[in-house]
């Protein structure tokens, strides 16, 4: 008898086991359909990590009224920033950085930033564009991951 006992509740077990391993892997399966509907339909930003981005000069000082102009990368065709990580405010193109040399750049895509420095030049009395630096192929993440 007490055989019997012990193989029903063994098999009590054993179907109460398979039966809570079914729902982990049914709550498994809706969590990644889930996250796939959501990655496909969210518009992320390249620049993840970047709430405020800071330029510096060359001697290592905020670019204080330097402009940053944006371009689809490899190209001279401006490509729009952001002003948020939802993409949803549109940067003027250039931006202008504040007096701390910050900006708020965000990119749905991969770019390209030329950073220019405006200064008068005395002999010419023109102001004139320096550029400080330029970066191709500017990108913070595979964004063919995030949104396949």
Request: aromatic letters at 8%.
């Amino acid at each position: 008898m007490n055989e019997l006992i012990w193989l029903v509740n063994d098999t009590q077990s054993l179907v109460n086991i398979l039966g809570n391993l079914l729902i982990i892997i049914g709550c498994a399966f809706a969590l990644a359909t889930l996250w796939d509907w959501v990655r496909k339909r969210r518009k992320l930003p390249v620049f993840k990590d970047n709430l405020k981005m800071q330029f510096l000069g060359v001697s290592g000082s905020p670019l204080s009224g330097g402009n940053v102009h944006t371009y689809s990368a490899g190209t001279t065709m401006p490509l729009a920033s952001y002003t948020d990580p939802s993409c949803s405010v549109v940067n003027p193109n250039p931006v202008i950085l504040d007096s701390d040399g910050k900006a708020p750049i965000w990119f749905d895509s991969p770019g390209k930033v030329i950073v220019i420095m405006k200064r008068f030049d005395l002999k010419t009395r023109k102001i004139m564009d320096n550029v400080v630096w330029t970066v191709d192929n500017l990108s913070g993440g595979n964004r063919n991951d995030v949104n396949d």
